[in-house]
């Protein structure tokens, strides 16, 4: 896959950047150690709330895995209780505080396994282009939650999440059929990305999308979309254009026409300040996209973690 994407820090309370920590922000690739050229946004925002989640370790049942992946993870539940049939939230790229915020309104049956890695998809991508680290993270998961609990611990739901960068691993586990039907949910948050072919010819001037980078989401959004199917699949973007690769707006309108689907027009207060300006939606598959071209824009997606999810898990 040779795809980028921006790759945001995380600020509590950011409302106001420096060109120059824009700039850095969008340089992030999915190769760290060469990041691919895009075009930064000189663009500061100061109009919209982008409230943030506290930072601070919210109250719970906190536990490290070490393995199968080379860094450690995070793995929370929100309430230390003896229950073996547990749901799970695997979310790709954010600080853990996020995840724990949104797992505290989820309720006592919720635990939550949080994946940084680092910068760029690549970082996300490739340890899960084996199939059994996916696996195996999973059974960690549940060994560890089990030894603590004194049950043995299963997962009856299993509901991937990505912010920006994270989207790489979520399509390399989705790339397989095993993982695949073990998957009963999925979350992309401002980050689905893809090549422009020629590489870095954007549309307008006569490119087109990559339709490898694709595949698997335009099939998860068709499996989605069936009234007779348990899968459900929610995008969330922002206005952000890297000009190098393709941008989430481009990536979900993709989705959209090869189903076909057509987003439309809204304006609606979303989470946290953000501004809802289009939407589509088909049986358990949606699309919301939301103003905003700069750095707190792309930030307040991550931030809004729990009510998207919620949104989810209700259609």
Avoid at 269 to 286: D, L, N, V
């Amino acid at each position: 896959m040779l795809k980028s994407s921006p790759d945001w820090l995380i600020v509590q309370g950011m409302r106001r950047l420096p060109l120059v920590m824009i700039w850095l922000f969008i340089s992030a690739s999915v190769n760290a150690q060469q990041p691919r050229s895009q075009n930064p946004s000189p663009m500061q925002e100061t109009a919209r709330t982008h409230g943030r989640v506290q930072e601070k370790p919210w109250k719970g049942l906190h536990l490290i895995l070490t393995e199968p992946l080379t860094k450690p993870v995070d793995l929370f539940l929100a309430k230390e209780r003896r229950r073996g049939r547990l749901h799970l939230l695997v979310h790709f790229h954010g600080a853990a505080f996020v995840l724990q915020n949104a797992l505290l309104d989820m309720g006592n049956d919720w635990a939550g396994i949080n994946v940084q890695l680092g910068s760029g998809s690549r970082v996300y991508e490739e340890p899960f282009s084996d199939p059994a680290r996916f696996r195996a993270l999973i059974a960690a998961g549940q060994t560890a939650l089990g030894r603590q609990l004194g049950v043995e611990v299963r997962f009856d739901r299993i509901v991937l999440s990505g912010f920006s960068a994270g989207y790489g691993a979520v399509e390399a586990i989705l790339t397989d059929p095993g993982n695949y039907n073990q998957v009963d949910a999925v979350l992309l948050l401002d980050g689905i990305h893809a090549s422009y072919v020629p590489e870095g010819r954007v549309l307008s001037e006569g490119g087109k999308i990559r339709e490898e980078d694709m595949r698997v989401f335009t099939a998860l959004a068709r499996d989605a979309a069936r009234p007779d199917t348990r899968k459900r699949f929610v995008m969330t973007h922002s206005e952000i254009f890297p000009g190098t690769f393709v941008s989430t707006t481009e990536a979900t309108d993709y989705v959209l026409q090869k189903l076909p689907l057509r987003r439309v027009p809204v304006l609606r207060w979303g989470p946290r300040g953000m501004q809802q300006i289009s939407e589509a939606r088909r049986g358990h598959f949606q699309v919301l996209g939301f103003a905003g071209n700069t750095a707190p824009d792309h930030i307040d997606h991550i931030h809004a973690l729990g009510h998207f999810l919620k949104l989810l898990l209700e259609m």
